[in-house]
């Protein structure tokens, strides 16, 4: 566990999802407050300072987030003397439900937002979507948002036939299409891998001045995770809620990558996928010079061989 993770109450504490919802009613009442939004959403809110983190997770994350099953955004926030507010998908809903949309409508009526200094909105993947589309209600924010789908309507995004039990959610009405709702914020970070096609056609769909594409090629389907890994996630979420982040400051922490064996291994397969042994080899030993690990050695070992019967048949 890291310094800055805050432990409320640990996994056997909290058997049931019904069980956790209690328990984070029971926090709420401390912390600012927690509501359940319909059956299938729940928006927790932290009131600590005057910046906000507002983010977008699942029920499932959040309860597989280690012994503290609290909110990455509360995590992040409370040491810091910040606030946050996260909703919370039951299910893969992608937010598309109008008890979601009736909540933030109720936001903007009380000037919420207003109220803070910063606003920083942020989610990964289906969260990264929602994080994009509600932006809309906080004018000046700033948005990160990780590899996030622009929409799912079928007519817009045929092409993305990963989701297909989504493809029922109206993504064309209230805060529906994302890149038209980040128009007004201050900033929008879009962080994907170039090498994910159907991450880069979403990515590609968000455009504007505003908009800053941070391209981390082959960090994979699940740059939330990797980053997290690389014990990068924290430090980016910090630069983005003091004002520093810009491509600059992310590019700075992707140099982590270099000494992750996870990066490295998927490297040196999409060069083994190429077909050119010594171009393999040199990949694997410039790997291994940055960080020593058995799989990567072992691959060596075997890109060595292969090169050597190559050069014998030749």
Known sequence: MSDDTIEIFDASE?????????IMDEIGEETGYFEKLGPRHSAFFSDHGPVLLVTFETLGGVRSAGGTQMPLGYQIAAPRGWSSLTIVAHEPTWYRDASVWGYFDRLIDDSFFEDFDR?????????????????????GATVLALAPQATLAPETAEWDRRYASARRFDF??????????????????ILYDPAQQIDAVHAALFRGQQVVKLRARNIGRDPQAELARMSVLRPLLDAACTGTLDAQRFYQLWRARRGHAPYLGRLAARVQAMNRPARLVRTLRAALTQVEHPRLRQALTEAEAALARTNTRT
């Open 14 to 22: 909290a058997a049931s999802d019904t069980d956790w919802l209690v």
């Open 119 to 139: 606003v920083v909105f942020y989610g990964a993947g289906m969260g990264g979507y929602g994080a994009a589309a509600f932006s809309v209600a906080a004018p």
């Open 172 to 189: 064309t009405s209230r805060f529906g299409y994302a890149p038209d709702m980040i128009e007004g914020c201050a900033q929008a970070f």
